[in-house]
């Protein structure tokens, strides 16, 4: 069981943030707290409406990184870019191990570092993406199903 002061404050908190909705039942007309009761009830369509618009506003932000990002590292991302057509164009003819790594080199090693983490980042906004995809798939089923 959870203990009571840890039970108040995740039910405060769940409806500060609308999950839950209250109910007063007095036994007296002057609604003194310590002799009223008090219903807590979810309303589950109200409650996945809401989740899918922060879903939607997740996306929203997810997207918004992924171009922030983009525009934030154009340079380095384009050098790499290149450096990669180069080394593969070179590949292709025939080049030797020699020249692709010679071409390869031209990115430094903070810009690799730096395309590391780019590349770190970019796959967990994918993964959040695809989770809030998920998510969103999930409650408009939910939705549609109870309609």
């Not at 979810?42 to 997810?62: D, G, I, P």
Request: glycine share 0%; hydrophobic share 40%.
């Amino acid at each position: 069981m959870v203990p009571a002061k840890e039970a108040k404050e995740l039910l405060y908190r769940m409806f500060s943030e609308h999950f839950v909705a209250l109910q007063e039942i007095p036994k007296t007309p002057d609604h003194a707290p310590s002799r009223t009761f008090y219903l807590f009830s979810v309303n589950l369509n109200e409650v996945s409406r809401m989740l899918l618009e922060r879903c939607y506003k997740a996306q929203t932000n997810v997207i918004f990184r992924r171009e922030h990002e983009n525009s934030e590292n154009k340079r380095v991302l384009e050098k790499s870019q290149r450096v990669e057509a180069i080394a593969a164009s070179l590949q292709s003819s025939g080049a030797n191990a020699d020249q692709t790594a010679e071409i390869e080199e031209m990115i430094t090693p903070p810009e690799r570092v730096q395309l590391d983490k780019l590349k770190k980042t970019f796959t967990k906004l994918e993964h959040s993406e695809l989770q809030l995809d998920q998510t969103v798939f999930i409650l408009n089923s939910f939705i549609h199903s109870v309609l």
